[in-house]
Nanobody, 115 residues
Framework: QVQLVESGGGLVQPGGSLRLSCVAS????????MGWYRQAPGKQRELVAV???????NYADSVKGRFTISRDSAKKTVYLQMNSLKPEDTAVYYC?????????WGQGTQVTVSS
Protein backbone atom coordinates (compact mmCIF):
# COMPACT_ATOMS: atom_id res chain seq x y z
CA GLN A 1 0.00 0.00 0.00
CA VAL A 2 0.96 3.61 -0.54
CA GLN A 3 -0.03 6.56 1.60
CA LEU A 4 0.05 9.98 -0.02
CA VAL A 5 -0.09 13.28 1.82
CA GLU A 6 -0.64 16.52 -0.10
CA SER A 7 0.04 20.04 1.08
CA GLY A 8 0.44 23.53 -0.30
CA GLY A 9 -3.05 24.50 -1.33
CA GLY A 10 -4.66 27.79 -0.45
CA LEU A 11 -6.21 31.00 -1.70
CA VAL A 12 -4.32 32.95 -4.35
CA GLN A 13 -5.15 35.85 -6.63
CA PRO A 14 -5.34 35.41 -10.40
CA GLY A 15 -1.85 35.47 -11.87
CA GLY A 16 -0.33 34.16 -8.67
CA SER A 17 1.60 30.99 -7.93
CA LEU A 18 1.40 28.00 -5.62
CA ARG A 19 3.48 24.89 -5.16
CA LEU A 20 1.80 21.66 -4.14
CA SER A 21 3.70 18.81 -2.51
CA CYS A 22 2.86 15.12 -2.29
CA VAL A 23 4.85 12.93 0.07
CA ALA A 24 4.68 9.17 -0.48
CA SER A 25 5.14 6.44 2.11
CA UNK A 26 7.30 4.37 -0.26
CA UNK A 27 10.21 5.15 -2.54
CA UNK A 28 8.80 7.00 -5.52
CA UNK A 29 11.25 5.34 -7.90
CA UNK A 30 9.26 2.14 -7.29
CA UNK A 31 6.00 3.85 -8.32
CA UNK A 32 5.15 3.47 -12.00
CA UNK A 33 3.66 6.93 -12.30
CA MET A 34 2.61 9.75 -10.03
CA GLY A 35 0.25 12.46 -11.02
CA TRP A 36 -1.75 15.44 -9.97
CA TYR A 37 -5.46 15.45 -10.64
CA ARG A 38 -8.13 18.00 -9.86
CA GLN A 39 -11.85 18.05 -9.34
CA ALA A 40 -13.94 21.18 -9.48
CA PRO A 41 -17.49 21.30 -8.04
CA GLY A 42 -19.90 19.49 -10.32
CA LYS A 43 -17.15 18.21 -12.59
CA GLN A 44 -15.29 14.95 -13.02
CA ARG A 45 -11.78 14.46 -11.72
CA GLU A 46 -9.25 15.24 -14.46
CA LEU A 47 -5.58 14.63 -14.96
CA VAL A 48 -3.44 17.75 -14.61
CA ALA A 49 0.10 16.40 -14.87
CA VAL A 50 1.91 13.08 -14.56
CA UNK A 51 5.51 11.95 -14.14
CA UNK A 52 6.61 8.39 -14.75
CA UNK A 53 9.31 6.39 -12.98
CA UNK A 54 11.52 7.11 -16.00
CA UNK A 55 11.01 10.82 -15.53
CA UNK A 56 8.73 11.45 -18.51
CA UNK A 57 6.09 14.09 -17.99
CA ASN A 58 2.75 14.90 -19.54
CA TYR A 59 0.32 17.75 -19.01
CA ALA A 60 -3.28 18.64 -19.68
CA ASP A 61 -3.54 21.17 -22.49
CA SER A 62 -5.17 23.66 -20.13
CA VAL A 63 -2.05 23.87 -17.93
CA LYS A 64 0.80 23.48 -20.42
CA GLY A 65 3.31 26.27 -20.04
CA ARG A 66 1.95 27.26 -16.63
CA PHE A 67 2.33 24.16 -14.44
CA THR A 68 5.41 22.01 -13.88
CA ILE A 69 5.54 18.60 -12.24
CA SER A 70 8.80 17.48 -10.66
CA ARG A 71 10.09 15.05 -8.05
CA ASP A 72 12.69 14.66 -5.36
CA SER A 73 13.34 10.95 -4.91
CA ALA A 74 15.36 11.41 -1.73
CA LYS A 75 12.39 13.16 -0.12
CA LYS A 76 9.84 10.78 -1.67
CA THR A 77 8.03 13.89 -2.86
CA VAL A 78 6.38 15.01 -6.07
CA TYR A 79 5.69 18.68 -6.64
CA LEU A 80 3.34 20.69 -8.80
CA GLN A 81 4.49 24.24 -9.43
CA MET A 82 1.53 26.29 -10.58
CA ASN A 83 2.13 29.72 -12.12
CA SER A 84 -0.15 32.24 -13.80
CA LEU A 85 -3.11 30.77 -11.97
CA LYS A 86 -6.59 31.41 -13.30
CA PRO A 87 -10.00 31.26 -11.61
CA GLU A 88 -10.76 28.14 -13.64
CA ASP A 89 -7.87 26.38 -11.87
CA THR A 90 -9.95 26.40 -8.70
CA ALA A 91 -10.47 22.82 -7.56
CA VAL A 92 -9.47 20.18 -5.06
CA TYR A 93 -6.11 18.83 -6.19
CA TYR A 94 -5.32 15.18 -5.57
CA CYS A 95 -2.07 13.29 -5.78
CA UNK A 96 -2.36 9.85 -7.36
CA UNK A 97 0.10 6.98 -7.58
CA UNK A 98 0.05 3.90 -9.81
CA UNK A 99 1.81 1.22 -7.80
CA UNK A 100 1.73 -2.54 -8.34
CA UNK A 101 -1.45 -2.54 -10.44
CA UNK A 102 -3.38 -0.32 -8.03
CA UNK A 103 -4.02 3.40 -7.89
CA UNK A 104 -3.73 5.23 -4.62
CA TRP A 105 -5.02 8.69 -3.73
CA GLY A 106 -4.19 11.37 -1.26
CA GLN A 107 -6.80 13.27 0.70
CA GLY A 108 -6.71 16.31 -1.57
CA THR A 109 -5.83 19.95 -1.07
CA GLN A 110 -8.03 22.90 -1.98
CA VAL A 111 -6.77 25.50 -4.43
CA THR A 112 -8.88 28.62 -4.82
CA VAL A 113 -7.99 31.31 -7.35
CA SER A 114 -9.97 34.45 -6.68
CA SER A 115 -9.55 38.18 -6.30
Amino acid sequence: QVQLVESGGGLVQPGGSLRLSCVASVSIVSINAMGWYRQAPGKQRELVAVITSAGSTNYADSVKGRFTISRDSAKKTVYLQMNSLKPEDTAVYYCGADYKYSRYWGQGTQVTVSS
